[in-house]
T-cell receptor, first 117, second 110 residues
């Protein structure tokens, strides 16, 4: 049973287009994240939501807009795609602080490989 | 100074060797120390987690933390070809923001 799932797995699109990536977790976690991993494998946090509320918003262009319809889902919409947006985007989830056994460890989805042409 | 430094490798070792992977960090607020393993074209998966100085062992894997030197290590004993992956160190201050190292690519040759 998949814990953190993302769709689509691959996304190839033209510069200037708008696209969305969807994420769902069935771990019962309250917190979800979006990470970007570039070609050098550097994994950088973009956003974090705790129970549908935005709690971390790193320096990310306004073209990126996360949306959390409920605590099990976190989507990422990207407007006016640029060449530099090409990367692998990972969704992750974790328990929130204060939860029994809290460890700040994160569970990652399989990633969405975005290629902007 | 970068918050986290990790040698990107690649590191190539023969099967059965002991592997040592290392990271240094500069943020004294970090209190959780993790190692993730990432296979090619997959998401990172948690391998080891600790929050105190000293060693923590799990099978062939040992995580070592030295808070005074701001240095963490992961040792893999009797390395197997299936251990070939990228290993990411990760740090957290407990506020849900995890800072990752750039990863070390390991190849275990049969």
């Amino acid at each position: 049973d998949t814990a953190v799932s993302q769709t689509p797995k691959y996304l190839v699109t033209q510069m200037g287009n708008d696209k969305s990536i969807k994420c769902e977790q069935n771990l019962g976690h309250d917190t979800m994240y979006w990470y970007k991993q570039d070609s050098k494998k550097f994994l950088k946090i973009m956003f974090s939501y705790n129970n549908k509320e935005l709690i971390i918003n790193e320096t990310v262009p306004n073209r990126f807009s996360p949306k959390s319809p409920d605590k099990a889902h976190l989507n990422l919409h990207i407007n006016s795609l640029e060449l530099g947006d090409s990367a692998v985007y990972f969704c992750a989830s974790s328990q929130p602080p204060g939860t029994s056994g809290y460890t700040d460890t994160q569970y990652f989805g399989p990633g969405t490989r975005l290629t902007v042409l | 100074q970068k918050e986290v430094e990790q040698d990107p490798g690649p590191l190539s070792v023969p099967e059965g060797a002991i592997v040592s992977l290392n990271c240094t960090y500069s943020n004294s607020a970090f209190q959780y120390f993790m190692w993730y393993r990432q296979y090619s074209r997959k998401g990172p998966e948690l391998l080891m987690y600790t929050y105190s100085s000293g060693n923590k062992e799990d099978g062939r894997f040992t995580a070592q933390v030295d808070k005074s030197s701001k240095y963490i290590s992961l040792f893999i004993r009797d390395s197997q070809p299936s251990d070939s992956a990228t290993y990411l160190c990760a740090f957290s201050g407990g506020y849900q923001k995890v800072t990752f190292g750039t990863g070390t690519k390991l190849q275990v040759i049969p």
